[in-house]
């Protein structure tokens, strides 16, 4: 794909490239032609706990957190899920943001579990995680958009402390808050948001 750029971008890096980004707060989502936005979004609060970009056939669940200042998360949290999902199949592999985890995720079907590539970025005291379900599952080649999506996320931290493998604050865009319907009556359970295996939730506020 010609003309990929290089992120994602810390906010203090956030390129000049003219794409129109959804303010979720801690996360700057680029809006590009061809995907749809949605929000998980707890049930308690009404805040987004994450964010799936979505192109009809493959999805991308995205996470962030506070990371240390003098080193990244990604290796560790890596580490962490292998061990625990060596024995069902789970390996570590080579992406295009490095290195990667080919999982099989639970659908919270009995004995079910569909395949998922988690993948992580390290940035200046946050740590940026994904995770791709579909056809881009197990073909990392199959959602160039979705790609192309996670290299122009740009990443707000903030300057608060925050204890580590916190999630950052989102919220849910200007133009999901100010849609006369609202964002929307489903929800979904909260969980610690700490990284870890990701479980699947109920979607809401779509965004075309």
């Given amino acids: ?3 990929v750029p290089d992120g994602p971008y810390d906010v203090t890096e956030s390129p000049q490239d003219g794409v129109h980004r959804l303010d979720l ?23 987004p706990l994450t964010v799936v970009v979505t192109d009809g056939r493959s ?25 625990g999902v060596e024995a069902s199949g789970g390996a570590e592999a080579g992406g295009s943001f490095g290195r990667e985890l080919r999982i099989p995720l639970p ?15 390290d940035g200046p005291r946050w740590f ?14 199959a959602a160039p958009l979705l790609e192309e999506t996670l290299r122009r996320v740009v990443v707000a931290r903030g300057d608060e402390a925050m204890p580590v493998r916190d ?5 849910l865009p200007r133009e999901v808050a100010d849609h006369p319907d609202g964002p929307g009556a489903a929800t979904a359970s909260a969980t610690s948001g700490r ?5 699947p939730g109920v979607r809401t506020a779509e965004i075309r």
Avoid: C, H, N, Y
Avoid at 134 to 140: C, L, M, V
Avoid at 167 to 171: A, G, I, N, S, Y
């Fill in 1 to 3: 794909m010609p003309d």
């Fill in 25 to 47: 707060g801690a996360l700057r989502l680029p809006a590009l032609p061809g995907v749809q936005v949605q929000f998980q979004v707890e049930e308690a609060s009404g805040q």
């Fill in 59 to 83: 999805a991308m669940e995205l996470s962030v957190f506070a990371a240390p200042k003098s080193r990244g998360l990604w290796d560790e949290v890596r580490a962490e899920i292998l061990a």
């Fill in 107 to 121: 659908t919270g079907r009995p004995r079910e579990s569909v395949p998922a590539r988690m993948i992580g970025v």
């Fill in 128 to 141: 940026l995680r994904a995770v791709v379900t579909g056809a881009a599952g197990s073909d990392p080649g």
């Fill in 167 to 171: 999630p950052l604050p989102l919220t």
């Fill in 195 to 199: 990284p870890g295996l990701p479980t």
